[in-house]
Each structure stands twice: as structure tokens, then as C-alpha cells.
């Protein structure tokens, strides 16, 4: 009986792992970003702190998601080469899949990064930005699924569809709450006009005197 010597698969298995890791850690950023947009929070000082380990979720899921395809490099069964870890589509195996990991990869670094650059392009455009870290979830997701070579397993799929719960409630929470103050806006500009009006128009004509 012959036995597989792991450090053979050394690439594949540490390539395996970070995208593992970055998968979690792309899910935990997501989670706590919609917790903060749909004021799920709890006493005061906690909005901080889930500002904090959102920041840095994100952040070291740029790291693991850089390991995860490096790695691949050093992989003689798949060989990739640099135009296939980099280039969306253009790995022989499963392109469709890896495709959409590697969109999902350059979107994560530009909203990660773009932490650094909050100041400048303003508060508003970030927020917009973010808006599509769902889109990096979402690309993701699909991409662990169709491309990972343990998806099959009972325990990835199970952790990696367990994960759509939270974030599909709180997505949910978030839109609801978005149309709450989106409708409160409309109704509070709509009595504006109307006040405004009013004092455009004048005091209406006086009674004679008798």
C-alpha cells in the first residue's frame, strides 16, 4: 500500500487553506459591515469596535486571499502561471469559476484599501463603494463552490451556505431600514416645501373692519 506524501501537495494544501481562511474572513467583514449599516448594535463603544474588526477583517482577508493564489504558482499539477492567477478566465481549470474568484479578489483590494483613502474621496463615495462588498461575497461564494477542490465536502459546503443566513437577515434588515429613512427624508422634504410655500404665499387676506 502506497501512501501520498502530503508535502508533495505542500502548494496546493497551503493554497487551499488561505482561500479557506479568506472565504471566512471575507464572510466575518461582511457581516459586520451590514450589523453597522443596519444599526445592529448593542452599548455604547460597540459601534467602534465593530468598526475596528470590520476594518481589520477585511484587511487580513486581502493577505489571505494574496496567499491564496501565490501559492498556486508553486503548483506542478495545475500549473497556472502568473497570467492565470492574474488575468479573469484565462486558467484552464474550471475558468468560469476561477474567473469570478479573481474579479472578486481585485474588488476586495480596492474596497479594502480604500480605508486609506476615505478622507479624500469623500465620506458619501465610500459608503457607495461598499455598498459592493456584498458583491464580493456573493462572487466568492460562487467561486469556493464551483472552483474548490474540497466543495464537495459536507463540512465546506455546510460552513459556506450556513454563512448566506446571517448575511441574507441582515441584508434584508439593512434594506428595510434604507427605505425607513429613505421614506422619513421624502416626508420631512415634502413638509419643508409645503412650510415654505406657506411663507412664500403671504399671510392670507384680512376680514374688513366693521
Known amino acids: 500500500m502506497t501512501t501520498v506524501d502530503p508535502l508533495h501537495y505542500g502548494w496546493w494544501l497551503a493554497s487551499r487553506a488561505a482561500g479557506v481562511v479568506a472565504m471566512l474572513l471575507v464572510s466575518a467583514s461582511v457581516?459586520?459591515?451590514?450589523?453597522?449599516?443596519?444599526?445592529?448594535?448593542g452599548g455604547p463603544g460597540i459601534a467602534r469596535q465593530l468598526r475596528g474588526l470590520h476594518e481589520h477583517a477585511a484587511l487580513i482577508a486581502l493577505v489571505a486571499i494574496a496567499?491564496?493564489?501565490?501559492?498556486l504558482l508553486g503548483d506542478a499539477w495545475l500549473n497556472p502561471g502568473v497570467r492565470g492567477i492574474a488575468v479573469p478566465f484565462a486558467m484552464r481549470y474550471r475558468p468560469e469559476f476561477t474567473g469570478l474568484g479573481i474579479i472578486a479578489a481585485y474588488l476586495a483590494?480596492?474596497?479594502?484599501?480604500?480605508?486609506?483613502?476615505?478622507?479624500r474621496i469623500g465620506t458619501r463615495l465610500w459608503r457607495r463603494m461598499h455598498r459592493l462588498t456584498i458583491v464580493v461575497y456573493a462572487l466568492g461564494l460562487?467561486?469556493?463552490?464551483g472552483a474548490g477542490t474540497d466543495a464537495?465536502?459536507?463540512?465546506?459546503?455546510?460552513?459556506?451556505?450556513?454563512?448566506?443566513?446571517?448575511?441574507g437577515v441582515l441584508l434584508a434588515i439593512r434594506m428595510v431600514g434604507g427605505r425607513r429613512r429613505a421614506g422619513?427624508?421624502?416626508a420631512a422634504v415634502v413638509r419643508f416645501g409645503r412650510a415654505a410655500a406657506r411663507r412664500a404665499a403671504g399671510p392670507g387676506p384680512r376680514r374688513p373692519a366693521a
Open 31 to 41: 457581516i459586520l459591515g451590514l450589523m453597522m449599516a443596519g444599526r445592529v448594535r
Open 67 to 71: 496567499v491564496h493564489g501565490v501559492t
Open 109 to 119: 483590494a480596492v474596497l479594502g484599501l480604500s480605508f486609506y483613502a476615505r478622507r
Open 142 to 145: 460562487v467561486h469556493a463552490l
Open 152 to 167: 464537495g465536502s459536507a463540512w465546506l459546503r455546510t460552513g459556506l451556505l450556513a454563512s448566506t443566513v446571517p448575511v
Open 184 to 186: 422619513a427624508r421624502s
